[in-house]
C-alpha cells in the first residue's frame, strides 16, 4: 500500500523588504515568523509541526533568485480562526489589498479569497466556514 502524504513539502512567498512583509503576515495571520538568515538569503519561518496537515514554508528575500508576483503558483493559507472573514478584514490595514473577497468553492470543501500582500505576491485564504 502506498503511504499517503501531502505532496507539498516546503513553499516560499518571495519579499523584497523583510521586515515589512513580516510585520504584513503576522498582522493578517495573527502569527509569529521566526526571522532567519540564511547565507545570502533571509528567510522568515512561519510557524509550523510535524503532527497535521498542511506543509512549511517562509517569507525569502534573495535579490537575484526571488520576485515578488501576481501570477503564477498561488499559495493557499489555512484561516487561523475557522472563518477566513477574519483575517481578510485585517489585509487592507496591514497593507494589503483584497482581490476577492470570500468567496463559497463548495460546500463540501469551503471558502477561499484572493488578496495582494505588501510585496506584490497573490495571495489566498482557506477556511471551512
Do not use: C
Amino acid at each position: 500500500m502506498a503511504q499517503t502524504f501531502n505532496v507539498v513539502g516546503w513553499f516560499e512567498i518571495p519579499v523584497t523588504d523583510m521586515p515589512r512583509a513580516i510585520r504584513f503576515y503576522e498582522s493578517v495571520l495573527g502569527y509569529t515568523l521566526h526571522y532567519q538568515p540564511v547565507g545570502e538569503e533571509e528567510m522568515a519561518w512561519f510557524p509550523w509541526s510535524d503532527e497535521g496537515s498542511g506543509a512549511p514554508g517562509s517569507l525569502v528575500k534573495h535579490d537575484k533568485h526571488y520576485t515578488p508576483s501576481t501570477e503564477g503558483t498561488l499559495v493557499y493559507f489555512s484561516s487561523p480562526s475557522g472563518d477566513l472573514a477574519n483575517e481578510l478584514a485585517r489585509v487592507e490595514q496591514a497593507g494589503g489589498k483584497v482581490l476577492q473577497d470570500k468567496t463559497l468553492i463548495a460546500e463540501d470543501i469551503g471558502f477561499m479569497a484572493l488578496f495582494l500582500d505588501t510585496e506584490g505576491n497573490r495571495v489566498a485564504l482557506h477556511s471551512r466556514g
